[in-house]
C-alpha cells in the first residue's frame, strides 16, 4: 500500500519513511544538491532525481524534522520512497513486475511514505519527523527500481 504525501507541508511521526524519487546506486554526487542546515523550522535535505539516479545516492540527515526537497531534473515522472531498514536498496522485496512490494516492507513495521508524482522539471517537497537509523530510497514507478533507482539516507 503505497502512502502519498501532499507536495509540501506533509509530516510523517514515529519512524518515518520518505518517498524521495528514483535513486541510482551508482554513488557518484557529481550534480549532489544536499544541505543539512539548521533553522528555526527544522533542517533541510535536497535529493535530486534524474532518469534512474538520485544525487546523492547516499544523503546523510539529523534526526527530527526534515524538509526533503526532491526536485526532478529527469524526461520522465519520478517519485521519491523512503522506508525505515536495514536492508541493502538493491535486495528489496519486489512484486511479480518488479516493483518494490511496500506491503511487505510495512508488514515488517518499516513505514513507508512519498514525495509522489514529481514531473519533468517540476520539484516537491515533504516534511517528515525522521527518527535515528538506515532508511532507503527508491522510484516505485514501473521499471524504475529495476533500473537502479534506489539509495540510502542515514538518520543520526
Known amino acids: 500500500m503505497k502512502h502519498r504525501l501532499a507536495a509540501s507541508g506533509a509530516l510523517i511521526s514515529g519512524a518515518a519513511v520518505l518517498a524521495i524519487g528514483c535513486g541510482g546506486g551508482d554513488g557518484t554526487t557529481t550534480q549532489a544538491q544536499t544541505t543539512a542546515t539548521s533553522a528555526s523550522q527544522g533542517k533541510a535535505l535536497e535529493i535530486t532525481m534524474d532518469d534512474y ?9 539529523k534526526a527530527g524534522k526534515v524538509t526533503i526537497t526532491a ?12 522506508a525505515k531498514t536495514n536492508s541493502d536498496p538493491a535486495d528489496l522485496p519486489t512484486t511479480s513486475d518488479g516493483e518494490v512490494d511496500e506491503a511487505k516492507l510495512e ?29 532507503v530510497t527508491f522510484c516505485n514507478l514501473p521499471g524504475h527500481y529495476a533500473q537502479g533507482m534506489y539509495g540510502t539516507l542515514t538518520v543520526k
Open 53 to 61: 539516479t538520485f544525487s546523492p545516492s547516499d544523503a546523510t540527515a
Open 71 to 82: 526536485p526532478n531534473h529527469g524526461q520522465v515522472e519520478h517519485e521519491l520512497v523512503l
Open 107 to 135: 508488514a515488517k513495521g518499516e513505514d513507508a511514505g512519498e514525495i509522489a508524482d514529481v514531473a519533468p522539471q517540476d520539484t516537491k517537497q515533504g516534511t517528515f519527523k525522521l527518527t535515528s537509523g538506515k532508511y
